[in-house]
C-alpha cells in the first residue's frame, strides 16, 4: 500500500497570502493518479484537484495542483477566509486506494 | 443534480453487523464506479471499499477485508456495504462517494453527507 505523508499538519496564513501544501508518496505514483480535497469544518469533503493538476468543475483558479512521482502540491494563491479546512490528498493509481492524513489550514 | 444519500447506520456491539446503503439520483448509476469512504471521530478520511460500475470488481481496504463486502443493485440505483464482525476501531462517519469512471474506484467526484457507525457494547 502507497502511504501519502502531508506536510505541514497545520498552516496558518493571513487572507490574500499564498499557501502551499506538500504530500508525499513512499512509493512512485502512476499515472499522476492524485487528488486533492477540501473538507470543511461539519461537511463531507469536496473534490479540488484530479490528475495531479486538472480541477474539478466550479473549483476557482485560486487552487492549483502540481507535482509527479513522488511529490505533489497543492497551491492556494490569494487565500480568501473560507478556504479554512482540512485538506487531503488522495492517491488512487495502485489498489487499495489511500489518503494521506491531512493539512489543517487556519485563516488568521 | 447528482446526488448520493447514504443510510443504515446506527449502534452496534462489537461482533455485530449492520448494512448501509447508498441511493444515488441524477445520474446513470450503472455507468460509474462506486465506493465508501469513512472517517472516525476526530480523524482523517480513510478509503474503506469500492466496486467497479457493473460490479464485477471489488476493492477493499487490508483494515476489512473478510469483514466487508461492497456490492451494488443498477437496478435500483443503490450502493451497499455489508459490515460483519465489527469492532470498536470501525466506528466512523461512513460516506458513499461517486466515481467519474466505470472501471474502478479512481478519485471521488460527488460525495454524500455520511452516515454514522458506533461499535459499543
Known amino acids: 500500500e502507497i502511504v501519502l505523508t502531508q506536510s505541514p499538519g497545520t498552516l496558518s496564513l493571513s487572507p490574500g497570502e499564498r499557501a502551499t501544501l506538500s504530500c508525499r508518496a513512499s512509493q512512485s505514483v502512476s499515472s499522476s493518479s492524485l487528488a486533492w480535497y477540501q473538507q470543511k469544518p461539519g461537511q463531507a469533503p469536496r473534490l479540488l484537484i484530479y490528475?495531479?493538476?486538472s480541477r474539478a468543475t466550479g473549483i476557482p483558479d485560486r487552487f492549483s495542483g502540481s507535482g509527479y512521482g513522488t511529490d505533489f502540491t497543492l497551491t492556494i494563491s490569494r487565500l480568501e477566509p473560507e478556504d479554512l479546512a482540512v485538506y487531503y490528498c488522495?492517491?488512487?493509481?495502485?489498489?487499495?486506494?489511500?489518503f494521506g492524513q491531512g493539512t489543517k489550514l487556519e485563516i488568521k | 443534480e447528482v446526488q448520493v444519500l447514504e443510510s443504515g447506520g446506527g449502534l452496534v456491539q462489537p461482533g455485530g453487523s449492520l448494512r448501509l446503503s447508498c441511493a444515488a439520483s441524477?445520474?446513470?448509476?450503472?455507468?460509474?464506479?462506486m465506493g465508501w469512504v469513512r472517517q472516525a471521530p476526530g480523524k482523517g478520511l480513510e478509503w474503506v471499499s469500492g466496486i467497479s460500475s457493473s460490479g464485477g470488481g471489488t476493492y477493499y481496504a487490508d483494515s476489512v477485508k473478510g469483514r466487508f463486502t461492497i456490492s451494488r443493485d443498477n437496478s435500483k440505483n443503490t450502493l451497499y456495504l455489508q459490515m460483519n464482525s465489527l469492532r470498536a476501531e470501525d466506528t466512523a462517519v461512513y460516506y458513499c462517494?461517486?466515481?467519474?469512471?466505470?472501471?474502478?474506484?479512481?478519485?471521488?467526484?460527488?460525495w454524500g453527507r455520511g452516515t454514522t457507525v458506533t461499535v459499543s457494547s
Open positions: 441524477g445520474l446513470t448509476f450503472s455507468s460509474y464506479a
Open positions: 488522495q492517491q488512487y493509481g495502485s489498489s487499495p486506494c489511500s
Open positions: 490528475g495531479a493538476s
Open positions: 462517494a461517486k466515481s467519474p469512471l466505470a472501471a474502478r474506484p479512481y478519485y471521488m467526484d460527488v
